[in-house]
């Protein structure tokens, strides 16, 4: 090896590295100009898709590891050096780690040179994004600490617990009085959960604007419940003291010690922080105990998430457009059909519209799918109009689609598309979707009305203020949900009241339709009511195209 100034070989260097490595979290390295040799602490190996902590052709094996972006960056900085343009190397830049994720660092070092001959650079690696052992703002230890914690004691506790506690909308104390004050209300906090800190409990900083308290002592669940109210109390007494300057709540959600005793620490921190999120679901300045069941049923909805917007991007697959068919009662022959949404994937099978519709509207997927699905149903309305020329379709809209897109340029295009009469397509709007009445709505409903589209209230009965809707609105057709159905068979005031309801949109000249008729009993009842129109499992339950077309219109 090329002794330096210094009189050290890279040999004695490399042995240096070694003594080092077990006491550092930063990584020392010397690179050998001279015979193109690189070596690192052998922690980087562990961390870095490194081929190995020693290894020649220096730039050559760096390419492996270093982000593709960002290696021309450091060829350059590396050649400067070599020239002798510069006698320092400071950079930051990416290294792949070994789960392959970018990870920033730091990368410093200092060429030692004989008579202006550079014979190696030595300098240290150091994670610029790496999470800190501590929090100087709230003056605790932070998520590498709780780590070596976690790991160090939990395994044989016989009980315990872990809390998890995070500030209600801190962001709006940030945005309103600044982020040194934002900084000040973490400090106080901490202060407020350390005073109501039991024996042998830690309290370290997780993340942002939570908390973590780490019980390994034999307490219970009922014992975390206690300290979280407990801890509530004292940051009510903190928000008065300040004379409601500021005025904030805390969150806060248990896991029991046989349910994070046997996994990974990161499993417990996706749980605790499941947990937290799940108590400020349920309304804030609470908390929730955390539940495997709710969980799964959060990993599901993930994963349809995920299946929902493949689905998409993969021309729709596993959509379909299925039919039920609408009876006049006037003739007891079908006049329409109501085209319906389904999702099928050969993970879940068959999902539920109830559950997939609104991870639909959530993620804002339910424009793409909403527009394929009108497609879909004016495609279906124009063949069968081949043979029934005037039979009606009705298409379900979310109030999504009508907020976030242009869905009457959506409508229009289609109708005109399909060659379909407007007067026979029926666009409904759930009634649910109405908590918020806003000029869209009702411009949208005065255009469609005026292109001489027909317009369905759907769910009548099951949300709010129903009535103010048919002056604001002025649909042609009221749908009556099944659940209004039910109770009107078996309840004489709910009868009287869907009498009087029907007599009303008859007087206003609105068309009614009864939904849900399953069975000869309810049709025989609803009959005295006088709608308009049936639509029920009785007459047909909603299938895929084919099968409609062979029950119903050959």
Same mark, same amino acid.
């Given at each position: 090896?090329?002794?330096?100034?210094?009189?050290?070989?890279?040999?004695?260097?490399?042995?240096?590295?070694?003594?080092?490595?077990?006491?550092?979290?930063?990584?020392?390295?010397?690179?050998?100009?001279?015979?193109?040799?690189?070596?690192?602490?052998?922690?980087?190996?562990?961390?870095?898709?490194?081929?190995?902590?020693?290894?020649?052709?220096?730039?050559?094996?760096?390419?492996?590891?270093?982000?593709?972006?960002?290696?021309?960056?450091?060829?350059?900085?590396?050649?400067?050096?070599?020239?002798?343009?510069?006698?320092?190397?400071?950079?930051?830049?990416?290294?792949?780690?070994?789960?392959?994720?970018?990870?920033?660092?730091?990368?410093?070092?200092?060429?030692?040179?004989?008579?202006?001959?550079?014979?190696?650079?030595?300098?240290?690696?150091?994670?610029?994004?790496?999470?800190?052992?501590?929090?100087?703002?709230?003056?605790?230890?932070?998520?590498?600490?709780?780590?070596?914690?976690?790991?160090?004691?939990?395994?044989?506790?016989?009980?315990?617990?872990?809390?998890?506690?995070?500030?209600?909308?801190?962001?709006?104390?940030?945005?309103?009085?600044?982020?040194?004050?934002?900084?000040?209300?973490?400090?106080?906090?901490?202060?407020?959960?350390?005073?109501?800190?039991?024996?042998?409990?830690?309290?370290?900083?997780?993340?942002?604007?939570?908390?973590?308290?780490?019980?390994?002592?034999?307490?219970?669940?009922?014992?975390?419940?206690?300290?979280?109210?407990?801890?509530?109390?004292?940051?009510?007494?903190?928000?008065?003291?300040?004379?409601?300057?500021?005025?904030?709540?805390?969150?806060?959600?248990?896991?029991?010690?046989?349910?994070?005793?046997?996994?990974?620490?990161?499993?417990?921190?996706?749980?605790?922080?499941?947990?937290?999120?799940?108590?400020?679901?349920?309304?804030?300045?609470?908390?929730?105990?955390?539940?495997?069941?709710?969980?799964?049923?959060?990993?599901?909805?993930?994963?349809?998430?995920?299946?929902?917007?493949?689905?998409?991007?993969?021309?729709?697959?596993?959509?379909?457009?299925?039919?039920?068919?609408?009876?006049?009662?006037?003739?007891?022959?079908?006049?329409?059909?109501?085209?319906?949404?389904?999702?099928?994937?050969?993970?879940?099978?068959?999902?539920?519209?109830?559950?997939? /519709?609104? !991870?639909? %509207?959530?993620?804002? +997927?339910?424009?793409?799918?909403?527009?394929?699905? *009108?497609?879909?149903? @004016? =495609?279906?309305?124009?063949?069968?109009?081949?043979?029934?020329?005037?039979?009606?379709?009705?298409?379900?809209?979310?109030?999504?689609?009508?907020?976030?897109?242009?869905?009457?340029?959506?409508?229009?295009?289609?109708?005109?598309?399909?060659?379909?009469?407007?007067?026979?397509?029926? /666009?409904? !709007?759930? %009634?649910?979707?109405? +908590?918020?009445?806003?000029?869209?709505?009702?411009? *949208?409903?005065?255009? @469609? =009305?005026?292109?001489?589209?027909?317009?369905?209230?759907?769910?009548?009965?099951?949300?709010?203020?129903?009535?103010?809707?048919?002056?604001?609105?002025?649909?042609?057709?009221?749908?009556?949900?099944?659940?209004?159905?039910?109770?009107?068979?078996?309840?004489?005031?709910?009868?009287?009241?869907?009498?009087?309801?029907?007599?009303?949109?008859?007087?206003?000249?609105?068309?009614?339709?009864?939904?849900?008729?399953?069975?000869?009993?309810?049709?025989?009842?609803?009959?005295?009511?006088?709608?308009?129109?049936?639509?029920?499992?009785?007459?047909?339950?909603?299938?895929?195209?084919?099968?409609?077309?062979?029950?119903?219109?050959?």
């Amino acid at each position: 090896m090329t002794p330096g100034f210094t009189g050290l070989t890279v040999a004695q260097i490399c042995e240096a590295i070694d003594t080092l490595n077990p006491c550092m979290d930063d990584f020392v390295y010397v690179y050998d100009l001279v015979n193109d040799f690189y070596y690192i602490s052998k922690l980087a190996v562990e961390r870095f898709c490194l081929p190995s902590n020693q290894f020649h052709n220096v730039i050559e094996n760096h390419a492996k590891f270093v982000y593709p972006a960002d290696l021309p960056m450091l060829q350059q900085d590396l050649e400067e050096l070599t020239a002798g343009k510069k006698q320092f190397h400071d950079l930051l830049y990416r290294w792949i780690s070994v789960d392959n994720d970018p990870i920033w660092i730091n990368c410093r070092g200092f060429v030692v040179r004989h008579e202006n001959t550079p014979l190696y650079m030595l300098g240290c690696i150091n994670e610029i994004g790496a999470r800190q052992k501590a929090d100087n703002v709230s003056g605790l230890l932070g998520v590498t600490s709780l780590k070596n914690s976690f790991l160090a004691e939990h395994a044989d506790l016989p009980n315990g617990y872990l809390l998890r506690l995070g500030l209600d909308d801190f962001k709006e104390i940030n945005e309103k009085l600044g982020c040194d004050y934002g900084d000040l209300i973490l400090k106080r906090t901490a202060e407020c959960i350390t005073a109501c800190l039991l024996p042998n409990q830690k309290l370290f900083r997780a993340v942002a604007d939570e908390y973590l308290i780490v019980n390994f002592s034999k307490r219970t669940t009922e014992d975390a419940i206690e300290q979280y109210k407990h801890i509530r109390q004292t940051i009510d007494s903190f928000v008065k003291e300040n004379n409601y300057e500021v005025i904030y709540t805390i969150s806060g959600g248990i896991l029991k010690s046989e349910q994070f005793s046997a996994c990974s620490f990161s499993d417990a921190m996706k749980f605790s922080e499941f947990s937290l999120n799940e108590a400020k679901r349920h309304g804030k300045n609470c908390c929730y105990i955390f539940c495997r069941e709710d969980y799964d049923k959060f990993l599901r909805r993930r994963r349809l998430s995920q299946l929902l917007r493949r689905a998409v991007t993969h021309n729709f697959e596993g959509f379909e457009a299925y039919l039920q068919p609408l009876i006049n009662t006037d003739s007891n022959t079908i006049y329409g059909a109501e085209s319906l949404l389904r999702f099928c994937t050969e993970e879940f099978g068959m999902v539920a519209p109830a559950e997939f /519709i609104p !991870l639909l %509207e959530e993620t804002g +997927l339910i424009i793409p799918v909403g527009k394929w699905m *009108l497609n879909e149903a @004016l =495609k279906i309305c124009q063949n069968i109009q081949r043979v029934i020329p005037d039979f009606k379709i009705s298409i379900n809209v979310s109030y999504v689609q009508v907020v976030k897109s242009n869905i009457l340029t959506d409508i229009l295009n289609a109708v005109e598309y399909y060659h379909i009469p407007p007067s026979t397509v029926i /666009i409904e !709007l759930t %009634e649910s979707g109405l +908590l918020v009445l806003d000029n869209r709505i009702t411009k *949208l409903w005065a255009r @469609l =009305k005026e292109k001489g589209i027909y317009l369905a209230l759907d769910d009548f009965g099951t949300g709010y203020s129903n009535f103010h809707y048919l002056n604001d609105l002025k649909p042609d057709i009221i749908k009556i949900d099944r659940t209004f159905t039910i109770k009107a068979v078996t309840n004489d005031y709910e009868f009287k009241l869907l009498s009087l309801m029907s007599n009303m949109a008859h007087s206003l000249n609105l068309q009614i339709c009864v939904e849900g008729v399953e069975n000869t009993n309810e049709l025989s009842r609803m009959k005295e009511v006088l709608p308009d129109y049936y639509q029920g499992y009785y007459f047909g339950k909603p299938c895929p195209f084919p099968e409609f077309q062979d029950k119903f219109i050959k």
